[in-house]
């Protein structure tokens, strides 16, 4: 099986999610590309993809939209997982139903499932006018994400295409 993991990522922080589950992937046996959305032209050489996106103002950034605009259809014929990126603090704020508007991304993809994760907060990273919001909403700095959250998700998706593959291969044989 071959497995896509892509997202958008602003400053990195979404990104190495990426790499995260992309390792957790590969490291139960499937074959794995990790890429940034903005890189791709075709998703029909994956068997099965995991989408996701840092969110900024409760929704994805622009280059993971368009990702789904261009490959919507192709998704919702495969297996794909989806995760948003960028709620900080603990606990988190926004909180889940407040974070990101999920249904539209859903209803293009058909998702299997979609998970938030914690984000990553670097002022230093940030433009003036970003500065001036963080500061406006009094957002925390720091490292936000749960690894070990991030990594048995990945291991969950990884035994389910791993188990469906295995059963695609004894209905073939």
Do not use: C
Not at 9 to 27: F, K, M, P, W
Not at 43 to 52: F, Q
């Amino acid at each position: 099986m071959k497995v896509l993991v892509a997202a958008g990522s602003r400053y990195g922080a979404t990104q190495e999610i990426v790499e995260a589950i992309g390792r957790v992937l590969t490291d139960h046996g499937l074959d794995v590309e990790v890429a940034r959305v903005e890189g791709l032209d075709d998703v029909t050489h994956y068997d099965a993809v995991v989408l996701g996106s840092a969110v900024y103002m409760d929704g994805w950034l622009l280059a993971a939209r368009l990702f789904l605009e261009q490959y919507g259809e192709e998704l919702a014929s495969r297996p794909t997982w989806l995760f948003s990126s960028g709620p900080l603090g603990s606990p988190m704020r926004p909180q889940e139903d407040e974070a990101v508007h999920i249904a539209p991304i859903w209803a293009k993809t058909s998702a299997i499932e979609h998970r938030l994760f914690g984000g990553k907060l670097d002022k230093r990273q940030l433009s003036f006018s970003e500065r001036a919001v963080v500061h406006a909403v009094r957002a925390p700095e720091g490292d936000f994400r749960d690894w070990n959250d991030i990594t048995a998700w990945a291991a969950s998706i990884a035994e389910t295409v791993v188990t469906s593959d295995r059963a695609s291969a004894k209905r073939a044989a």
